[in-house]
């Protein structure tokens, strides 16, 4: 029998998936930072309308997560599922390079997070499945690389572009269709799939948790509380403006954010493959509620720089490694489902995490956003420290 060729160590689905990944981040970074400006500067749109707009978009990717994943597993596929959810994707650009009213570019929004939802679950189930159990952690590591690697070079591209075309937001919109094509063409011509048995398929239970057991709902659980505290990114760049630092520096912090992330992924998937994915994951949150405690009491500007790169340290270490272990707490054949339920719970969670930021923003004060962050972030570890005692001892009591 072959062996499966490798790239860079890794089997080939993961490779194009994280690929994938990046074309069709810098064609969605290439639009998202441009949406306010282009509904404020050229449709004259309010600020509580684009809040609207994101906060409904967001939500409509968070719910279909988890019947899409459920979907993936009930019919044994996920490379077509995938393809469709990154082709929706694409499809959204042109409906907002020919909106000609924030009605349009709301549709071409939902639009985008429509397909953002199909092909989530259905993604991360083919990482699980193509990678080699024991290097789950630097598999899920090496496509959030990718991704946050679109995220850097999107926006880059997207300034670069309007520069360049004197401002015209609509040539970069049709001009982003380009990455998300390479995107749906690198699924479809590379992504390959074990075909499952009929009668496996056939047999698959409906929409349920019954084959889930604690583990699984204990860990979701401590992710939803954790998620609560992690409010919107928005609350950092204001935080970052109000210490001191100058407007025209914050898309460089966010892109120092933006390369630590990127570049930390990989080597913390490596340490989780190597020391455990459990202390890995306990790492990442402690740092979360250390980094919000400085967040809160930050008063100069090096300060916000340096809690900015432990911040893109933070996303390194927790994004991909919880996905990889939950690989390995769920059955094989509701992996797809597993990541759907998760994925939507910490979505969900996002936005009164976003609402209970602004309320304590407002109404107490900026450093109580952060600290109640912080705090829930403690909570989580306390939790997870519960959740790894209690596993070892069941463990240990089943042998």
């Known amino acids: 029998m072959n062996k499966e060729r490798k790239f860079f160590g890794f089997g080939k689905n993961v490779t194009i998936a994280g690929l994938v990944s990046f074309f069709m981040d810098v064609s969605s970074e290439m639009i998202y930072p441009l949406v306010p400006l282009f509904l404020a500067n050229v449709m004259g749109v309010s600020n509580s309308?684009?809040?609207?707009i994101e906060g409904l978009a967001e939500s409509t990717a968070s719910l279909l997560?988890?019947?899409s994943g459920w979907f993936s597993d009930k019919i044994g596929n996920r490379k077509w599922l995938m393809a469709?959810?990154?082709?929706?994707s694409t499809l959204s650009r042109p409906i907002m390079a020919l909106a000609l009213g924030w009605h349009q570019v709301m549709g071409s929004r939902l639009v985008d997070r429509?397909?953002?939802g199909i092909r989530t679950a259905p993604r991360d189930a083919i990482i699980a499945e193509?990678?080699?159990s024991a290097y789950l952690g630097r598999a899920f590591g090496l496509h959030r690389s990718m991704d946050t690697l679109g995220a850097v070079v999107g926006p880059a591209l997207a300034f670069f572009l309007l520069s360049a075309l004197s401002n015209d937001y609509r040539k970069v919109f049709w001009l982003s269709m380009i990455p998300g094509v390479i995107a749906v063409l690198l699924i479809v011509f590379f992504i390959t799939e074990k075909k499952k048995p009929s009668s496996a398929i056939a047999n698959r239970p409906k929409l349920t948790f019954r084959h889930f057991d604690w583990r699984f709902k204990f860990f979701v659980f401590i992710a939803g509380i954790f998620a609560l505290g992690n409010s919107s990114d928005v609350f950092l760049i204001l935080r970052a403006q109000q210490v001191g630092v100058p407007t025209a520096m914050i898309p460089v912090i966010y892109l120092v954010f933006n390369v630590v992330y990127s570049l930390s992924s990989i080597p913390s998937g490596m340490a989780a493959d190597r020391f455990g994915k459990k202390r890995i994951i306990l790492l990442g949150f402690l740092l979360f509620a250390v980094l919000y405690g400085g967040f809160a009491i930050a008063s100069g500007t090096r300060a916000i720089w340096m809690l900015y790169g432990l911040y893109g340290l933070f996303m390194g270490l927790t994004e991909g490694i919880q996905k990889a272990f939950l690989t390995t707490i769920i059955p094989a054949d509701f992996k797809a489902t597993a990541f759907g339920v998760y994925n939507t719970i910490v979505g969900i969670a996002m936005l009164p995490a976003s609402l209970i930021g602004g309320f304590l923003w407002d109404q107490v004060s900026p450093s109580a956003t952060f600290y109640f962050g912080s705090?829930?972030?403690a909570i989580s570890a306390l939790l997870f420290i519960v959740f790894v005692i209690h596993d070892k001892t069941t463990s240990t009591l089943s042998r």
């Open 49 to 52: 309308v684009i809040g609207l």
């Open 65 to 67: 997560k988890i019947f």
């Open 84 to 88: 469709v959810g990154y082709g929706i």
């Open 114 to 116: 429509f397909g953002k």
């Open 130 to 132: 193509s990678a080699d």
């Open 375 to 377: 705090i829930t972030a």
